[in-house]
């Protein structure tokens, strides 16, 4: 976090710079998922039926 703020102070074109770094990562998984991916996982549950209950109940809301 610390470089990209470095970074961030000497870039001139910030459009630019988050523009490369989406293009960068873009296929990358997300942390965010991955950890909860994990931990459904880790209790011997099934992630994406998982994820799919708490979707339905949200949207339920």
Do not use: C
Request: avoid cysteine.
């Amino acid at each position: 976090m610390k470089t990209a703020v470095v970074l961030w102070k000497q870039i001139s074109d910030h459009q630019q710079f988050i523009r490369q770094v989406s293009d960068t990562y873009k296929n990358d998984p997300d942390p965010q998922d991955e950890m909860v991916r994990k931990m459904f996982r880790d209790q011997g549950l099934d992630p994406d039926v998982e994820i799919e209950k708490l979707k339905a109940s949200s949207d339920s809301t």
